[in-house]
């Protein structure tokens, strides 16, 4: 049977169809969408909701002049659909397929590469401002979620663009979530506005009825403006968005295609930054989603006929979460703060048996940094479980607030090391080597539950400083039938004082270990240096370390300013030197498996294989 997504490969096609047909069609990419996320995994509740204000937007702005700059990007599947990518939808998120989010290597429809919340704004205002400056065609449309409207660079773009002399269109996609449920008092200001049908009924009516008077409507219409606003700012007191200098429009529905369409037409013409309010349901069309748009969001492959998953129960996040709540039990300044990922960080339980010690701050990991130093200078113990490639966000806040006066607090750094199919964007490898910049702060890399929970248990113990655990996404690997973990700031495997030594931390040292089993067979004596705690170094590590011929550091993060970096510098002070190879990871990551991208780095046992065996060749 023939559909009518298969005669789409580009946004000029969706002119030809018919209201009906453009509604079929959007039936069709949320089944293409759930078909491919149930196999591939990845965003499906956020781009279901997005469905009609993407066909939409793209039937009102065709030409590839006219810039959609997706917030996030969690809901720009449809867009990849429409914009001539349809028939590589199955290769979404997988080693050498579509992004999955908007990135300009791959389209040049996708007008900027997006993964983090609240950048839209900013990018979009750039990009018209380019424009205006070049005196070039085309629209420019910033897409926004009402989560990522809680991080402030959203209220940065706005403040700046409200003020710009040219067209400008911010689309509010106002689905009442992000990835846990909406938090704080935009949240709140944003349910009064939907909430109240009174203007939105009435400012229809008059328009509608002042526009087909003939010949005057327009002008009647026109000259009512001001008792519009006066009405307006009676029952609104105007919006924050009209403040900041915007044109405010909604909100609408946002599934309500043939409005949509009208209200996009509407806005293209008008010479000045212009703010549509749409309300969409996150996860539309498929009612295991609707149901729970939060375990939906980004997903595993699943089965489409019952939504279940074969996520496994027990990962080092559940471990974090359910060690956290153990603490917080015996110690009630124990508190947890997250920036809106209550889900993916397991701190859902804590939220039920500690109401009053969780905070969600939304997204906002700047504020939730100072938030939480505020906390510690009181004499609390806040523990922020933030995503490695989201702390990013707050290294000023981690200098300035924290560490400068030495306040404790605990980050539990969720996701550190290669993370797979996100790619990119979302690749926690950054965050040792921006760690190790920073005075006053600790950190440990469990390679195990047992060690995690050890790890957590000392950093909330400690006395003063930040403290990181920093952990790896997913299940642990294969662990050693003879390896004991200590608990002490480092461990020795293998051989003893064997003229070979690999140091390593983190789910590496599992990798390390089959490369010494495998190596072991071939004659090779090895020994492994496993770092517990990764900052401050252990100098009996260090020390030992010296006594090797040959030291290999294998690191899951970047090579400069990481690890690998300070140990090898370190030994270079002592009286011996060992021949070392620093092997970490330079530049961005891509998405693939994790699997995958560990072997491509070659810190994948054979990796690790290969290049001892390479360099001890040379060696003999």
């Given at each position: 049977?023939?559909?009518?997504?298969?005669?789409?490969?580009?946004?000029?096609?969706?002119?030809?169809?018919?209201?009906?047909?453009?509604?079929?069609?959007?039936?069709?990419?949320?089944?293409?969408?759930?078909?491919?996320?149930?196999?591939?995994?990845?965003?499906?509740?956020?781009?279901?909701?997005?469905?009609?204000?993407?066909?939409?937007?793209?039937?009102?702005?065709?030409?590839?002049?006219?810039?959609?700059?997706?917030?996030?990007?969690?809901?720009?599947?449809?867009?990849?659909?429409?914009?001539?990518?349809?028939?590589?939808?199955?290769?979404?998120?997988?080693?050498?397929?579509?992004?999955?989010?908007?990135?300009?290597?791959?389209?040049?429809?996708?007008?900027?590469?997006?993964?983090?919340?609240?950048?839209?704004?900013?990018?979009?205002?750039?990009?018209?401002?380019?424009?205006?400056?070049?005196?070039?065609?085309?629209?420019?449309?910033?897409?926004?979620?009402?989560?990522?409207?809680?991080?402030?660079?959203?209220?940065?773009?706005?403040?700046?663009?409200?003020?710009?002399?040219?067209?400008?269109?911010?689309?509010?996609?106002?689905?009442?979530?992000?990835?846990?449920?909406?938090?704080?008092?935009?949240?709140?200001?944003?349910?009064?506005?939907?909430?109240?049908?009174?203007?939105?009924?009435?400012?229809?009516?008059?328009?509608?009825?002042?526009?087909?008077?003939?010949?005057?409507?327009?002008?009647?219409?026109?000259?009512?403006?001001?008792?519009?606003?006066?009405?307006?700012?009676?029952?609104?007191?105007?919006?924050?968005?009209?403040?900041?200098?915007?044109?405010?429009?909604?909100?609408?529905?946002?599934?309500?295609?043939?409005?949509?369409?009208?209200?996009?037409?509407?806005?293209?013409?008008?010479?000045?930054?212009?703010?549509?309010?749409?309300?969409?349901?996150?996860?539309?069309?498929?009612?295991?989603?609707?149901?729970?748009?939060?375990?939906?969001?980004?997903?595993?492959?699943?089965?489409?006929?019952?939504?279940?998953?074969?996520?496994?129960?027990?990962?080092?996040?559940?471990?974090?979460?359910?060690?956290?709540?153990?603490?917080?039990?015996?110690?009630?300044?124990?508190?947890?703060?997250?920036?809106?990922?209550?889900?993916?960080?397991?701190?859902?339980?804590f939220a039920i048996h500690y109401p009053?010690?969780?905070?969600?701050?939304?997204?906002?990991?700047?504020?939730?940094?100072?938030?939480?130093?505020?906390?510690?200078?009181?004499?609390?113990?806040?523990?922020?479980?933030?995503?490695?490639?989201?702390?990013?966000?707050?290294?000023?806040?981690?200098?300035?607030?924290?560490?400068?006066?030495?306040?404790?607090?605990?980050?539990?750094?969720?996701?550190?090391?290669?993370?797979?199919?996100?790619?990119?964007?979302?690749?926690?490898?950054?965050?040792?080597?921006?760690?190790?910049?920073?005075?006053?702060?600790?950190?440990?890399?469990?390679?195990?539950?047992?060690?995690?929970?050890?790890?957590?248990?000392?950093?909330?113990?400690?006395?003063?400083?930040?403290?990181?655990?920093?952990?790896?996404?997913?299940?642990?690997?294969?662990?050693?039938?003879?390896?004991?973990?200590?608990?002490?700031?480092?461990?020795?495997?293998?051989?003893?004082?064997?003229?070979?030594?690999?140091?390593?931390?983190?789910?590496?040292?599992?990798?390390?270990?089959?490369?010494?089993?495998?190596?072991?067979?071939?004659?090779?004596?090895?020994?492994?240096?496993?770092?517990?705690?990764?900052?401050?170094?252990?100098?009996?590590?260090?020390?030992?370390?010296?006594?090797?011929?040959?030291?290999?550091?294998?690191?899951?993060?970047?090579?400069?300013?990481?690890?690998?970096?300070?140990?090898?510098?370190?030994?270079?002070?002592?009286?011996?030197?060992?021949?070392?190879?620093?092997?970490?990871i330079c530049g961005f990551v891509k998405?693939?498996?994790?699997?995958?991208?560990?072997?491509?780095?070659?810190?994948?046992?054979?990796?690790?294989?290969?290049?001892?065996?390479?360099?001890?060749?040379?060696?003999?």
């Open positions: 049977m023939k559909h009518i997504l298969d005669n789409i490969h580009s946004p000029d096609d969706l002119q030809k169809l018919s209201l009906d047909e453009l509604n079929v069609l959007c039936g069709e990419i949320r089944s293409q969408i759930i078909k491919t996320v149930s196999t591939n995994g990845g965003h499906l509740s956020s781009n279901l909701g997005a469905v009609e204000l993407t066909v939409a937007l793209r039937r009102v702005f065709p030409s590839i002049d006219d810039k959609i700059v997706w917030d996030v990007g969690h809901q720009s599947y449809t867009h990849k659909i429409l914009t001539g990518r349809q028939d590589r939808l199955a290769t979404i998120r997988k080693k050498g397929g579509l992004c999955g989010y908007p990135n300009r290597e791959e389209s040049p429809y996708d007008a900027f590469n997006a993964g983090h919340a609240s950048t839209s704004i900013s990018a979009a205002l750039g990009i018209a401002q380019a424009k205006k400056l070049k005196g070039e065609a085309g629209n420019v449309v910033a897409v926004i979620g009402d989560g990522a409207l809680t991080g402030g660079l959203a209220y940065e773009g706005l403040n700046n663009a409200g003020r710009f002399r040219g067209k400008l269109i911010v689309v509010l996609n106002d689905n009442t979530m992000s990835i846990s449920r909406n938090v704080g008092s935009i949240a709140r200001y944003l349910a009064t506005i939907r909430t109240n049908p009174a203007y939105r009924k009435v400012k229809g009516d008059v328009e509608s009825v002042l526009r087909k008077i003939p010949a005057v409507g327009e002008h009647l219409y026109r000259g009512a403006s001001k008792a519009k606003s006066a009405f307006k700012h009676m029952i609104y007191n105007n919006t924050i968005f009209e403040d900041l200098g915007f044109l405010y429009f909604g909100p609408f529905d946002g599934h309500d295609l043939e409005n949509l369409l009208d209200v996009f037409t509407n806005a293209k013409d008008i010479d000045r930054p212009v703010l549509i309010h749409l309300v969409t349901s996150k996860g539309k069309g498929y009612h295991f989603a609707e149901e729970n748009p939060g375990r939906f969001h980004g997903i595993s492959s699943f089965d489409i006929k019952t939504g279940s998953t074969s996520l496994q129960e027990t990962n080092f996040s559940t471990v974090f979460g359910s060690t956290l709540c153990s603490i917080a039990a015996k110690d009630r300044r124990v508190c947890a703060i997250t920036a809106a990922m209550q889900l993916g960080t397991s701190l859902s339980d009053d010690r969780f905070f969600d701050v939304g997204i906002a990991e700047e504020h939730a940094v100072t938030f939480a130093s505020g906390l510690a200078v009181s004499g609390l113990i806040p523990v922020c479980a933030i995503y490695s490639t989201f702390l990013q966000r707050s290294y000023d806040q981690l200098i300035h607030d924290a560490a400068l006066q030495n306040a404790h607090m605990v980050l539990a750094i969720d996701r550190g090391g290669v993370v797979g199919s996100d790619g990119e964007t979302h690749q926690g490898v950054f965050d040792v080597a921006f760690l190790n910049t920073i005075p006053n702060t600790t950190i440990y890399a469990p390679s195990y539950y047992e060690e995690l929970s050890a790890d957590l248990a000392l950093a909330v113990d400690a006395s003063e400083g930040i403290v990181a655990v920093r952990y790896p996404r997913g299940s642990q690997l294969f662990k050693p039938f003879d390896f004991t973990c200590s608990g002490h700031p480092y461990d020795v495997y293998g051989l003893p004082n064997a003229a070979i030594t690999i140091v390593t931390y983190g789910r590496l040292f599992s990798y390390a270990c089959q490369a010494l089993f495998s190596l072991r067979e071939k004659g090779l004596a090895v020994s492994i240096i496993k770092l517990n705690r990764i900052k401050p170094i252990p100098e009996e590590a260090l020390a030992l370390a010296a006594r090797a011929e040959k030291l290999f550091f294998f690191e899951e993060g970047v090579e400069q300013g990481g690890v690998g970096e300070h140990f090898i510098t370190a030994l270079q002070k002592g009286p011996h030197v060992p021949c070392c190879y620093l092997r970490g998405h693939a498996s994790m699997e995958e991208s560990l072997r491509e780095l070659a810190l994948d046992p054979a990796g690790m294989e290969n290049l001892i065996e390479s360099e001890c060749g040379k060696w003999q």
